[in-house]
Nanobody
Framework: QTQVVESGGGSVEAGGSLRLACVVS????????WAWFRQTPGKEREGVAA???????NYADSVKGRFTISKGDTKNTVYLQMNSLKPEDTAMYFC???????????????????????WGQGTQVTVSS
């Protein structure tokens, strides 16, 4: 059974940094599409950063220049380095992964939710002003 587990969330002051990690287990594919999403109560889940098997990355405009998505040394790990955090970055952060990715599954953006079959339970990030 495939499991996705996020870690690294916490509380920081504005301007601080956090590094989120995502590990997938029970995966049988050679490589994957990865994405980080975030959600606050009452709002839709929004895409933050994504990377494809070739290493191509994409970022939401709100995090460009501050967040970096990267793959780990092993194929089952991805990170999200978050710098210069702002109070508006406060959210539950979710890791998502899929062997085919959002476009091959019929989506038209990196942030198509149904483009990722495997999701973690989320890790909370809180940024205080």
């Amino acid at each position: 059974q495939t499991q996705v587990v996020e870690s690294g969330g916490g509380s920081v002051e504005a301007g601080g940094s956090l590094r989120l990690a995502c590990v997938v287990s029970g995966y049988r594919y050679d490589d994957y599409y990865w994405a980080w999403f975030r959600q606050t109560p009452g709002k839709e889940r929004e895409g933050v950063a994504a990377v494809d098997p070739d290493g191509n990355t994409n970022y939401a405009d709100s995090v460009k220049g501050r967040f970096t998505i990267s793959k780990g040394d092993t194929k089952n790990t991805v990170y999200l380095q978050m710098n210069s955090l702002k109070p508006e970055d406060t959210a539950m952060y979710f890791c998502a992964t899929d062997p085919w990715g959002p476009f091959r599954r019929g989506g038209d953006t990196w942030w198509t939710l149904f483009g990722y079959n495997y999701w973690g339970q989320g890790t909370q990030v809180t940024v205080s002003s």
